[in-house]
């Protein structure tokens, strides 16, 4: 199957994919010429949602082919199931209903009145850039010779006078051919569109600092007063369980101790320790 002639680059690579996958499966004769089954080799390792097995039908004397999985109808190329009954009958060259035109190198070649312009054989599309391109090469070689010293500046700004006056009749016939005629006609389309003169800011590479904000249009029923909090003894909207009325003492947990974090013993705080205050007396009479 001569697939890379008939196919561009990119259509042709997936081409070999679906010939790759075409080797897992085997076709079995059902109908001599008219229907095979395509199986694949280890159906039993194949998964529970995937088929194993696929039905081709053969139909106008060999040239037409309808599988099952729909990719032809879908996407365009001939299936894997396809390619192995081709390649089990020994067919050599792909049939021409399996080939869709416009993923073949010929589909430019046929393309619609309106962009005719854009087919290679045109020569419009070469006389749009022939003839700015030539001229502005002998342009530049003009403007280099001109600026060799004072005298040939200033008999090339004499010439170029006398060509603009001479050009400024002629030049008022356009054939539409050029290639500013095509940017002034955009041009005017363009000046007839309105723009919004808010101007365009380049998006943040890195996001700011903080926790981002929450604030949204909030609903009708999110304005509201906040949810009320109740208490889980009396059921009560004015107080919480912790200083609930008929709160159980006994549910109460007993108050600690308070403990020095100088000497470490129970029944006193730092600031009343003995021990920590000849310790800084100690230390007072050392810097005296």
């Not at 030049?171 to 539409?176: C, G, L, N, P, R």
């Amino acid at each position: 199957m001569e697939a890379h002639q008939i196919y561009t680059p990119n259509v042709f690579n997936l081409f070999c994919e679906l010939k790759e996958e075409s080797e897992f499966y085997k076709a079995i004769e059902q109908i001599p010429g008219e229907e095979y089954v395509t199986e694949h080799y280890e159906l039993c390792r194949v998964q529970r949602w995937c088929k194993g097995s696929y039905k081709v039908r053969i139909s106008s004397g060999g040239s037409k082919y309808d599988c099952e999985c729909g990719l032809f109808e879908h996407f365009g190329l001939p299936c894997s199931h396809i390619l192995r009954v081709l390649i089990s009958t020994g067919v050599q060259k792909i049939p021409e209903s399996l080939v869709m035109k416009r993923w073949t190198k010929k589909a430019r070649l046929d393309t619609a009145g309106h962009l005719a312009e854009y087919r290679k054989e045109n020569p419009a599309i070469q006389s749009l850039t022939y003839r700015h391109s030539s001229l502005m090469v002998r342009v530049l070689q003009f403007a280099e010779m001109g600026d060799s010293n004072v005298e040939s500046y200033n008999m090339a700004m004499d010439i170029i006078e006398s060509g603009i006056t001479a050009l400024s009749e002629i030049s008022k016939v356009k054939d539409v051919m050029g290639l500013g005629h095509a940017q002034e006609a955009e041009t005017k389309d363009v000046d007839n569109v309105k723009f919004d003169n808010f101007p365009q800011r380049v998006p943040r590479k890195k996001n700011e600092r903080g926790r981002p904000t929450n604030k949204r249009d909030k609903l009708a029923y999110e304005v509201g007063s906040k949810r009320p909090r109740f208490c889980s003894i009396c059921r009560s909207d004015s107080h919480t369980k912790q200083s609930c009325p008929d709160r159980d003492p006994a549910t109460k947990k007993p108050r600690r101790p308070p403990t020095c974090t100088g000497c470490g013993l129970s029944g006193h705080k730092i600031q009343k320790c003995k021990g920590n205050a000849q310790e800084l007396a100690a230390v007072a009479n050392i810097f005296v």
